[in-house]
């Protein structure tokens, strides 16, 4: 299993879902607590479940009307999968599609703003993945394969982005190339 520390605590990656697994979670609920205007903490309450605390983080971290584009496209994206974790997939994904956007409104073509983009792809594509399941547990196979085909095709071309960026960062690679491979397998 692979994983990543959030504030010294240990995250797995659930083969399966793809979806963060934190190993404990009482000492991250205690860092989200002593910090909760922190933008990072909107993720590690999702992670913890906690999803309408992360909502509310989400939606007061978009609020400053100031925000540089590449900060206010992270913190959408980090909305985004909050929404995906709630099942509200439509929203999550026009979340993503405007995040997508604001990475290129200062220079599209600097390395952050690649690098953000190619992040954007890859939780699009998770978000997807979701929702293509969540479709196939309705019975609706036709909008499950589209949607899967869909977050394929995100994963690629966030796989592409990555290698080319952050040759150096095997950690990011490797996340794209993990959800290629699930993706890969189906539903």
């Not at 205690?30 to 922190?38: G, K, L, M, Q, Y």
């Not at 200062?106 to 929702?131: G, I, K, N, W, Y």
């Not at 479709?135 to 966030?158: F, H, I, K, N, Y």
């Not at 080319?164 to 189906?186: F, I, K, Q, T, Y």
């Amino acid at each position: 299993m692979s994983g990543f520390l959030a504030e010294g605590v240990p995250v797995t990656i659930d083969e399966s879902t793809l979806r963060e697994v934190v190993e404990d979670p009482d000492a991250l609920a205690a860092w989200c607590d002593a910090h909760p205007e922190d933008p990072r903490a909107v993720a590690y309450l999702r992670m913890l479940g906690r999803l309408d605390e992360a909502a509310a983080a989400g939606r007061r971290g978009l609020e400053d009307p100031a925000l540089p584009p590449l900060v206010r496209a992270v913190r959408r994206a980090r909305y985004a999968q909050v929404l995906q974790w709630q099942g509200a997939f439509l929203p999550a994904d026009e979340q993503f599609d405007l995040a997508a956007e604001e990475t290129g409104l200062e220079d599209p073509t600097t390395p952050s703003s690649l690098s953000v983009l190619a992040a954007v792809f890859h939780q699009r594509a998770l978000s997807r993945f979701e929702h293509a399941r969540a479709e196939l547990g309705q019975e609706r196979p036709r909008a499950a394969e589209r949607l899967r085909t869909s977050a394929l095709e995100d994963a690629r071309r966030a796989l592409m982005m990555r290698e080319h960026l952050a040759a150096d960062d095997e950690d990011l690679v490797g996340a794209s190339r993990r959800a290629v491979r699930r993706l890969e397998r189906g539903l």
